[in-house]
């Protein structure tokens, strides 16, 4: 089955500063990529996905980028808030398969004042 | 307007008790999840209906029996409750599969002591 790694576990940035978490995945006929957002005590929340016919997929200060050839995508943000500080999972699915979402193991990001 | 909601928030009890939780959504999806996120916070899938039929069923064991009594509702029951039930479980629903968007319920703290 899938399995997805996340990097890294806990991430401490200057507020301002850009972020980036990295994700692999082991199936290469995996084809959907979702990044949720959970903050304390709150559930996980969709804030961008990217499929794999296209390279890059910006949101206003959050983009993902994925790399079919090497399977693995990356979580970037720009001008980091303290409203970013969250876990963060990148996520990987098949379509037309059992489309089983299968999670990475979260990363702790703290915005540092 | 809640999307998917659960019930109860919080619930406490002690091993070897029977429990249930529900779960509700009212966007019209097909496909509803529940999620178990233990203390290092992995969020696992343990089972996907759509359209009240059971189409992923994790390693999870067999205490745990889930129902759908339609598309909108699925119910989660565990028997026999252990110490190592103790996390906070998610329903999900999405319109088809796991290549679309996951819309979380708030989740169900469960404390088993």
């Known amino acids: 089955g899938e399995n997805v790694e996340q990097h890294p576990s806990t991430l401490s940035v200057q507020e301002g500063d850009s972020a980036v978490i990295k994700c692999t995945y082991s199936d290469s006929a995996s084809n959907y990529f979702p990044w949720y957002k959970q903050e304390l005590g709150k559930r996980p929340q969709l804030i961008i996905d990217?499929?794999?016919?296209?390279g890059e997929k910006k949101d206003q200060r959050i983009a993902v980028t994925l790399n079919k050839t090497a399977k693995h995508f990356s979580l970037h943000i720009t001008e980091t808030q303290p409203e970013d500080s969250a876990v963060y999972f990148c996520a990987a699915s098949i379509t037309f398969g059992n489309e089983k979402l299968t999670f990475g193991t979260g990363t702790r990001l703290t915005i540092i004042p | 307007d809640t999307a998917v909601s659960q019930t109860p928030k919080y619930l406490v009890t002690q091993m070897g008790n029977d429990k249930s939780i529900k779960c509700e959504q009212n966007l019209g999806h097909d496909t509803m999840y529940w999620y178990k996120q233990d203390s290092k916070k992995f969020l696992k899938i343990m089972f996907s209906y759509n359209n009240k039929e059971l189409i992923i069923n994790e390693t999870v064991p067999n205490r745990f029996s889930p129902k759908s009594p339609d598309k909108a509702h699925l119910n989660l029951h565990i028997n026999s409750l252990e110490l190592g039930d103790s996390a906070v479980y998610f329903c999900a629903s999405s319109p088809s599969g796991g290549s679309y968007e996951q819309y979380f319920g708030p989740g169900t703290r469960l404390t088993v002591t």
């Open positions: 990217i499929r794999s016919n296209v």
